[in-house]
C-alpha cells in the first residue's frame, strides 16, 4: 500500500506543471486527498485538499485560481495543476490520502503519505 508521487522539476516563473499521485494497494474511490508543501526551516502546507466525496475542495489563499485538483479513478490517480507559478511555490510536494473523511480544509492525519517531489520555479 503506498502512494507514488512525481511530476515535479525545474520550471521558469510563469510556467506549469503537473503532479501526478499514484495509488496502489488501494483504491483512491472513498479516499480524501490532499497536496501538502514543505520548503526547509518551514513547517508543512496544506496545498489542496479535496474530501473523500469530492464535495469539498480547499486551496490555500496563494494559489487559489492557478491550481487545481483533480483525480482519474480509472488510473487510481490524483493530480495537482499548476499553472502561473512563482518562485515561493517552490517546495517539496507530498500527496496524502486517508479514508472516509469529510469535512473542509486539510486534516491533521492521513493515512498514506507519498515520497514528495521537488518543484523549483526559478529563472
Known amino acids: 500500500v503506498q502512494l507514488q508521487a512525481s511530476g515535479g522539476g525545474l520550471v521558469q516563473p510563469g510556467g506549469s506543471l503537473r503532479l501526478s499521485c499514484v495509488a496502489s494497494g488501494f483504491t483512491l474511490d472513498y479516499y480524501a486527498i490532499a497536496w501538502f508543501r514543505r520548503v526547509p526551516g518551514k513547517s508543512r502546507e496544506g496545498v489542496s485538499c479535496?474530501?473523500?466525496?469530492?464535495?469539498?475542495?480547499y486551496y490555500l489563499d496563494s494559489v487559489e485560481g492557478r491550481f487545481t485538483i483533480f483525480s482519474d479513478n480509472a488510473k487510481n490517480t490524483v493530480y495537482l495543476q499548476m499553472n502561473d507559478l512563482k518562485p515561493e511555490d517552490t517546495a517539496v510536494y507530498y500527496c496524502a490520502a486517508t479514508y472516509r473523511r469529510e469535512g473542509y480544509g486539510c486534516y491533521d492525519e492521513y493515512d498514506y503519505w507519498g515520497q514528495g517531489t521537488q518543484v523549483t520555479v526559478s529563472s
Open positions: 479535496i474530501s473523500s466525496s469530492g464535495r469539498d475542495t
